[in-house]
């Protein structure tokens, strides 16, 4: 499914200090916890993006491996994650920096994706590509999810020398699992006959996602109900898209940001999942539509159509234009009517092969090859060994006791003279008061 990454060699940044006895990660150190740096900051501006899926996925990926998640900067850590395009990730990369740990700096996005998002986005994509390339340039190793991106952001133009590891976002298979009861909740909740026929897809409403091409394979299938989950600010929406909601049929239905455990009925429940996004990075959600056994249809890009080609995992449909809409609605029908080669099965394998607890493992291994070291823990533990030595010095002179000419005796000393002074008998009772 996946190709196997070339060797990638990390090589720790000079300024990280390092046990250099041992290959890092190993050793004493290695079996004591990390402290992983996920700030907040304003990161929360993409919850309810793919970048904010990752986010939560990594904070599982972290959890399982046993390490600490800190998201206040100001708290010790011993390696930071950076995921967003914000202008708080440069500072933090320096503060990073400052404190002598690494910074994994996350590749989500390219060029190529944030072209057709947003108002105004083809005339902005080479500055938020020269901008995201700051961004990871700030990195001691950059962390892409699939080679596909890692091909785009290895080009010149990004301008990026450290180390690049490919690691899948992941999805986590035992939420996002089959459940045949699924499909009659699914229609009772949108008022459906029981037999009727759904189609699901997921993500930000914009034209790379293809939304306006999802509204007119609606359109060409009234007795189909097309579900669109997600939703992007009204403010941000393209001129396009607004076209194409205002004049979506009325079996195009727009339930906005949902919970993960409505999102998994949706998988579960629908006949389909219909993901026509023109440009990807790796899509999650494509992930847990195969996690949750749904036959999925979507467009033949280079990231799909390299990676996963049509027929084995998904069914694809490739093209662009005025008649890429009527090819869907074709494909679509026949995946619908059982005429095409059911890939549940292969779909949930491969979802397995990335589920979040194999991607820790991965994530494990490129802190290793970063040079991540539990330096806050040291610093921990020689602390708490200065306290238990402090603790016993002042019991130490706690215990102090006299001499019998008046004279001081530590507790040691009090223990090796104590043999004399227990007497028993009349005579050595004559021989104390003597003394």
Request: with cysteine; proline share 7%.
């Amino acid at each position: 499914m996946f190709k196997k990454t070339s060797a990638e060699a990390g090589r720790p940044r000079r300024d990280v200090p390092a046990d250099r006895s041992r290959p890092a990660g190993q050793g004493p150190s290695a079996r004591r916890p990390l402290r992983v740096l996920m700030p907040r900051g304003l990161a929360g501006l993409a919850a309810q993006s793919g970048i904010g899926a990752a986010i939560r996925h990594q904070e599982k990926a972290v959890r399982s491996l046993g390490h600490e998640v800190v998201t206040n900067p100001l708290q010790p850590f011993d390696v930071v994650h950076l995921n967003t395009p914000f202008p708080d990730t440069p500072l933090l990369a320096h503060w990073a920096r400052l404190r002598r740990r690494p910074a994994l700096v996350w590749a989500h996005s390219t060029e190529d994706d944030f072209r057709d998002s947003f108002p105004g986005a083809n005339t902005l994509a080479p500055t938020f590509r020269r901008w995201i390339s700051h961004l990871y340039r700030r990195g001691d190793a950059v962390v892409t999810p699939s080679e596909y991106s890692r091909d785009l952001i290895s080009a010149p133009k990004y301008g990026i020398s450290a180390p690049i590891h490919v690691l899948s976002n992941g999805v986590d298979t035992s939420f996002f699992r089959p459940d045949p009861g699924a499909r009659g909740r699914l229609r009772e909740q949108l008022g459906l006959d029981a037999d009727a026929k759904v189609v699901v897809s997921v993500g930000m409403q914009l034209v790379r996602k293809g939304i306006v091409d999802w509204v007119e394979v609606a359109r060409a299938m009234p007795e189909v109900t097309f579900v669109w989950y997600g939703r992007t600010d009204e403010r941000m929406l393209t001129a396009e898209v607004r076209r194409a909601l205002a004049a979506a049929p009325a079996n195009a239905r727009f339930p906005g940001y949902i919970t993960a455990v409505e999102l998994r009925e949706a998988y579960c429940g629908a006949d389909a999942f219909c993901f026509l996004t023109k440009e990807e990075t790796e899509g999650i959600v494509l992930w847990e539509a195969l996690a949750c056994e749904t036959p999925a249809l979507v467009r033949a890009i280079p990231i799909y159509r390299d990676r996963m080609p049509d027929g084995v995992l998904t069914h694809q449909v490739a093209g662009e234009g005025p008649g890429f809409a009527a090819d869907v609605v074709a494909r679509l029908s026949a995946l619908l009517d059982g005429e095409l080669t059911d890939l549940t099965a292969a779909g949930r394998s491969a979802a397995e092969e990335v589920d979040i607890h194999r991607v820790a493992q991965k994530l494990q291994e490129i802190y290793r090859l970063t040079g991540v070291q539990p330096h806050g823990r040291d610093a921990a533990f020689r602390e708490a060994e200065a306290r238990s030595t402090e603790a016993r010095s002042t019991k130490t002179r706690s215990s102090r006791s006299r001499g019998a000419d008046g004279s001081e005796l530590t507790a040691g000393a009090a223990d090796a003279t104590a043999p004399v002074h227990p007497r028993h008998g009349a005579a050595d009772a004559r021989l104390d008061a003597a003394h």
